[in-house]
């Protein structure tokens, strides 16, 4: 069994980090939505007012997986929770 070490993810970008994602929208929710690990890839725009998240798609590391894109309105129902760090054995 390989057991893996997270941590609460740091502040700052994302951006290719591999995270540990809640979705409350999705899954059961009274059991806290549906869980999932994958690298976090977004696309951002610049404007006056600041940046917005234009796509957000996380990415599986098993090639049987497809990736997850993020809607819109499901942004605000996903908490990254951490960030992996190593495998433990």
């Not at 809640?22 to 951002?44: C, I, M, P, W």
């Not at 796509?55 to 996903?78: C, K, S």
Request: charged share 25%; hydrophobic share 35%.
């Amino acid at each position: 069994m390989i057991n893996s070490l997270i941590r609460l993810c740091p502040q700052g970008s994302r951006e290719g980090r591999i995270v540990l994602v809640q979705f409350n929208s999705r899954g059961d929710l009274e059991n806290g939505g549906r869980f999932t690990v994958k690298k976090y890839h977004s696309a951002k725009s610049v404007t006056e007012a600041g940046w917005k998240h234009e796509q957000i798609e996380l990415l599986p590391l098993n090639p049987d997986y497809d990736p997850i894109n993020v809607a819109p309105h499901e942004g605000p129902e996903m908490v990254v929770v951490g960030e992996w760090i190593s495998s433990i054995d």
